[in-house]
Nanobody, 118 residues
Framework: QVQLVESGGGLVQPGGSLRLSCAASGSMLNFYVMGWYRQAPGKQRELVGLISSGEGVLEYGESVKGRFSISRDNDQNTVSLQMNSLNPEDTAVYYC???????????WGKGTQVTISS
């Protein structure tokens, strides 16, 4: 069982930056790929980024490449998302994910709201 708790969401003006964090608890977390998805109102959940404990960043969603950066602290069991050059289209609930690759079992956090508005 893995539990995930996101933090760091809020209201930011266009062009601004925000950093999200996800604290994970559970066993054998090094066997999990971790990352972020987001879901805007009326839209499907979409990939933001995924990171492995050993291989580093695996992929970013097309819409965030070059603006967002994902990182992971294996000792602290945290994964962070640095978001720069934010625009209103980035407004969404951001969810932390932990995926056990051997079984493709996914664990999700409850999400944190990010709103980009002037």
């Amino acid at each position: 069982q893995v539990q995930l708790v996101e933090s760091g969401g809020g209201l930011v003006q266009p062009g601004g930056s925000l950093r999200l964090s996800c604290a994970a608890s559970g066993s054998m977390l090094n066997f999990y790929v971790m990352g972020w998805y987001r879901q805007a109102p009326g839209k499907q959940r979409e990939l933001v980024g995924l990171i492995s404990s050993g291989e580093g960043v695996l992929e970013y969603g097309e819409s965030v490449k070059g603006r967002f950066s994902i990182s992971r602290d294996n000792d602290q069991n945290t994964v962070s998302l640095q978001m720069n050059s934010l625009n209103p289209e980035d407004t969404a609930v951001y969810y932390c994910l932990a995926r056990r690759m051997a079984t493709l079992r996914d664990y999700w956090g409850k999400g944190t709201q990010v709103t980009i508005s002037s």
